[in-house]
């Protein structure tokens, strides 16, 4: 990824590097951050990659009267997580949900702008919004699973999508996808109980098998760890890592020290507008606009 494009914005006085993590204000170099002044609505760093699976050119989403996400371009790259982080109510629920047309459901909502998969734009009318679904995995806040045994919540998705022709195709889909998801060895003797009797950190490795079972290419997590514990969240992070390899993953996280852990890339979203985005490890310790700085080191969010 090239961090020195052209549309970032003149470079000044650099504030502390610090290696890892910075988030206290007071390790950081004294005096006004040199891009203080960067209006709002004009990104800082990088909003393409080189190998996008999304590639989105100024998305806004109006709910009513209400301009939720304001002309946002942003790519989201094969093999990598991008965390969106921000304070709350600044949009990266809905940036997230323009991603599989979720914001098709929500009446009143409207979304204009780009937004091509796999260089395929999301809005043709000849889409599909099933296999759309299919093809953009989600994972929700609160764990999901349907009211149905561990294996059916597992091989619903290949059934409805006709992927499987045989049962022991679809058995062995059931295994791998649970297997990828980390939950086969705590499940594989009870494939036939309620997939609800689980605890919250497997109900969320179920809901990630689930979606790993339609062969999806991107993966969007939406604060996939906000209801569960630090044990099942580390679970879930590790798993996070290991699916890289194989899908696209976008997760919004309330947790910056989360979207350090997981993300390669983080966008930092303010008020509806993309603020500034690069590589995690730039963000978190050279952030290049003030109001990631200030959010990064806690002066609000
Ligand atoms: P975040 O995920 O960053 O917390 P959201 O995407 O949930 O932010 O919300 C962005 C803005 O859009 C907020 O002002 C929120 O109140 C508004 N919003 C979100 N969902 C809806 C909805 N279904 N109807 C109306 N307004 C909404």
């Given at each position: 990824m090239n961090e020195s494009s052209p549309s970032i914005a003149p470079t000044g006085p650099?504030?502390?590097?610090?290696?890892g993590?910075?988030?206290r204000p007071a390790a950081r170099a004294a005096g006004p951050s040199h891009l203080e002044g960067t209006p709002i609505g004009q990104t800082i760093g990088t909003v393409t990659v080189v190998d996008p699976v999304f590639s989105c050119r100024d998305v806004n989403v109006h709910y009513g009267a209400k301009h939720a996400i304001k002309n946002v371009s942003l790519d989201v790259g094969k093999r990598q997580v991008l965390a969106m982080i921000g304070p709350s109510g600044c949009g990266k629920s809905t940036f997230l949900r323009c991603l599989n047309r979720m914001n098709d459901t929500i009446?009143?909502?409207r979304v204009t702008g780009q937004i091509l998969l796999d260089g395929q734009d999301i809005h043709d009318p000849q889409r599909d919004v099933v296999q759309l679904r299919a093809r953009v995995?989600?994972?929700f806040q609160k764990p999901n699973p349907f009211p149905k045994s561990i294996y059916d919540n597992v091989a619903f998705g290949p059934r409805l999508h006709g992927l499987v022709r045989s049962r022991s195709d679809l058995d062995e889909l059931v295994c791998t996808s649970l297997q990828r998801a980390g939950l086969w060895d705590e499940v594989k003797d009870r494939l036939t109980q309620s997939g609800t009797g689980l605890s919250g950190g497997q109900q969320q490795r179920l809901c990630i098998?689930?979606?790993i079972a339609v062969k999806p290419h991107v993966i969007l997590?939406?604060?996939p760890c906000s209801a569960l514990d630090p044990i099942a969240t580390a679970r879930i992070e590790d798993l996070i890592d290991e699916l890289k390899e194989s899908f696209a993953i976008a997760i919004?996280?309330?947790s910056m020290q989360q979207a350090a852990r997981v993300s390669q890339r983080t966008a930092y979203f303010?008020?509806?507008s993309l603020v500034e985005v690069g590589e995690t490890d730039r963000i978190f310790t050279n952030p290049r606009h003030r109001l990631t700085e200030d959010y990064i080191t806690g002066r609000f969010g």
């Open positions: 650099a504030p502390a590097v610090v290696a993590m910075n988030l009446a009143g909502a995995g989600m994972v098998a689930r979606t997590m939406d604060e919004v996280t309330h303010h008020m509806g």
